[in-house]
């Protein structure tokens, strides 16, 4: 096999040659589309969106099929959100709930991942406690609403201990199927390089379960913020202040319809404003970076 | 490329790795599957040993003894290094890291410092000629170029020895399980040839499992056919000043067939 170098070199560079023409030929290509057409794709369809039902609304309203007390002109509900804009209530209001929600995510964060560690890690646990983690995602938490009205009265508490039951097992149960969804050949990795539990869990099996995990925050948040308007509208008492729930529950009880659909829109706005700020990105990108979303 | 195989040398060194009488055996009663049985081998410093058999043949086994992943129920597994690196059929890159990094896992996770890490992953990337690709995702590279990433993770692996002394070049060694079983004919073609250029240059011992006949014969010193049910060294054949080894091919073809057809004879 002795060959002059000469000749080794030949061959060689002929390899490369080849090596560097099949690379060529079969990396994956990724075009881009320019950022203002990302931008005008993302915009256009739900602003379409939403002044097709907003026209749908005012025609509806026009052709006088409801009375006024059910169904108010767009304008109205308008002129309703301008009141609260301009007397400043509207940050108090969102603020008291939107304080709550973050608060409540991030104590049922801290709770449910070392719940689904776990649940995911311990074959016991799974067994135990795995389908009562399932069940209680089903279980619609406003159901807990009047047990915890009694057990700690109109209180903060009774707020937190809904948002909780809310969220703890949507974020315990994705972080589960996250661990669960790694590709068994990824720790067979950590085996071979004689990783101990501590590093393969640090280093290789979390930010393998990462995307599950953030599926289920996302799916987490949302609970908490069902759950908390749940708890403002059934739970209204003076010392808990006005949040979304206890506004949108105000507008009822007066007969207010257009302060009801305001107040309902400013929810949807926090959680569309949420998911569109926070999860959104965080999601795209921790997909990107493992090639599993189409660079946009 | 110095790095030329010097076989007439009998010094009685360790060799990089030894299966003696070496049998497993799964579960117990008559339940119990024995996976491999009487199995002798040896494989010297910088050796490439291919390991050619049917479904069945014991090969995962095999090589998870020699990678200490498991014991053997009787016999002994004598092996130079206590950290040989196993390369898979996927690459099995971690999604999330660039190629650099994925090279730099088996030092990170032996504590080796960070720059010094990033110098021999990046090394070994212009080894395996993906100097430039460095910065890229696993999804942003292709099948082939992937394997390589995993084939420089696997010799970034070999470089890693707590036990030192033995851990110069001669203890090295590489297990191979079908590594280019899911590439297309001409990547793999092409990545043979690497294979047996990063070898030459690194004098790596490699055991290589493989189905095809045609790549245990391009690549090995050593090919060693294995049967089926329990799996066992049926023969050898040196390769070394094999001129030619299309005649070879087609022998050793004929040996494995006979072997297959035993367990159509005995069903």
Redesign the interface.
């Known amino acids: 096999m002795a060959a002059p170098p000469e000749t080794v070199r030949v061959v060689d560079r002929d390899a490369a040659a080849a090596v560097a023409g099949l690379d060529a030929l079969d990396t994956p290509t990724v075009t881009r589309t320019p950022l203002w057409r990302r931008a005008l794709g993302a915009t256009v369809p739900p602003v379409l969106t939403l002044v097709v039902v907003i026209v749908a609304w005012q025609a509806l309203w026009a052709s006088a099929l409801f009375p006024e007390f059910k169904l108010p002109a767009p304008g109205t509900v308008a002129e309703q959100f301008g009141e609260i804009v301009v007397d400043g209530s509207i940050w108090s209001i969102t603020w008291t709930s939107v304080g709550r929600a973050v608060v409540g995510f991030l104590v049922a964060v801290a709770i449910a991942t070392p719940l689904g560690l776990l649940v995911a890690k311990v074959a016991f646990v799974r067994t135990a406690i795995g389908p009562l983690l399932s069940g209680m995602q089903s279980l619609p938490s406003v159901a807990w609403v009047p047990a915890a009205v009694l057990w700690f009265g109109l209180t903060d508490a009774t707020i937190y201990f809904v948002v909780l039951l809310g969220s703890v097992p949507s974020i315990a149960n994705g972080l589960v199927s996250g661990i669960d969804q790694v590709p068994p050949i990824l720790g067979r990795v950590g085996d071979v390089m004689g990783a101990g539990r501590l590093a393969s869990a640090r280093l290789i099996l979390l930010p393998a379960a990462l995307p599950g995990y953030l599926a289920g925050c996302k799916q987490g948040w949302a609970f908490a913020w069902r759950s908390l308007m749940a708890a403002e509208i059934i739970a209204t008492s003076p010392q808990l202040g006005v949040g979304l729930g206890a506004y949108l529950k105000q507008g009822s009880d007066v007969n207010n319809i257009a302060g009801v659909i305001s107040a309902i829109v400013l929810i949807l706005i926090v959680g569309v404003g949420i998911e569109l700020l926070v999860f959104k990105p965080l999601e795209r990108r921790v997909l990107q970076t493992r090639g599993l979303a189409a660079p946009v | 490329?110095t790095a030329?195989l010097d076989r007439t040398q009998v010094a009685p060194t360790r060799p990089a790795a030894q299966l003696t009488g070496v049998a497993k055996v799964f579960g117990t009663g008559a339940g119990a599957v024995t996976a491999l049985t009487g199995v002798d081998l040896r494989v010297e410093p910088g050796e490439f040993v291919c390991l050619l058999g049917a479904s069945g043949c014991g090969k995962t086994t095999l090589l998870n003894l020699l990678?200490g992943?498991d014991r053997p129920t009787r016999g002994t597994v004598d092996v130079a290094t206590d950290?040989p690196?196993?390369m898979?059929q996927?690459p099995?890159l971690?999604?999330?890291l660039t190629a650099v990094r994925n090279v730099e896992?088996?030092l990170?996770?032996?504590g080796v410092g960070r720059s010094n890490r990033r110098g021999t992953a990046n090394e070994l990337l212009e080894l395996v000629?993906l100097d430039g690709q460095a910065r890229k995702?696993?999804?942003?590279?292709?099948?082939?170029?992937r394997q390589r990433v995993a084939l420089a993770r696997a010799l970034a692996?070999t470089t890693v020895d707590t036990t030192s002394g033995d851990a110069e070049k001669g203890g090295r060694l590489m297990l191979m399980d079908e590594p280019f079983a899911a590439l297309d004919a001409?990547?793999r073609d092409?990545l043979q040839?690497?294979l047996e250029?990063v070898w030459r240059a690194t004098g790596t011992a490699v055991v290589f499992v493989t189905h095809d006949v045609r790549e245990a014969v391009r690549l090995g010193q050593r090919v060693v056919l294995l049967s089926s049910r329990p799996g066992t060294v049926v023969r050898e054949w040196d390769l070394t000043g094999t001129a030619d080894r299309r005649a070879l091919t087609g022998e050793i073809t004929d040996h494995l067939r006979e072997v297959i057809s035993t367990h159509g004879r005995a069903a």
């Open positions: 490329m030329t990678a992943l950290r690196a196993v898979f996927e099995a971690l999604p999330w896992l088996p990170r996770l032996a000629r995702r696993p999804h942003e590279l292709s099948g082939g170029m692996a001409i990547t092409v040839g690497e250029r």
